[in-house]
Nanobody
């Protein structure tokens, strides 16, 4: 069991940056693969980025602008977001799954644990 708490969201102008954090409680944080998803009003939850033992992965829409990282000593995963655009506006969620779980890393259905989300708003 792991609990996830996101922070770092806020209001930023287009072209700006934010760093989201996701603090995990529970044991064996390093054994989990971590993902970031987002959901805009009226839209489905969509994949943003993931980190697992095979590597790091990004949605095409954020590739080159966002970067995922983790600090296992602090039980925290980060999402650095640069060159933000108004279309990045959404609630951002952190998620966790077993490191060797099957199923595509980009589907929210394949994650067992979720945070409450943090709002990111990018103004034009």
């Amino acid at each position: 069991q792991v609990q996830l708490v996101e922070s770092g969201g806020g209001l930023v102008q287009a072209g700006g940056s934010l760093r989201l954090s996701c603090a995990a409680s529970g044991r064996s944080f390093s054994s989990y693969a971590m993902g970031w998803f987002r959901q805009a009003p009226g839209k489905e939850r969509e994949f943003v980025s993931a980190m697992r033992w095979t590597g790091t992965y990004y949605a095409d829409s954020v590739k080159g602008r966002f970067s995922i990282s983790r600090d296992n000593a602090k039980n925290t995963v980060y999402l650095q977001m640069n060159s933000l655009k108004p279309e990045d506006t959404a609630i951002y969620y952190c998620a966790a799954r077993g490191a060797y779980d099957s199923g595509t890393y980009s589907s929210p259905n394949n994650y067992n644990y979720w945070g409450q989300g943090t709002q990111v708003t990018v103004s034009s």
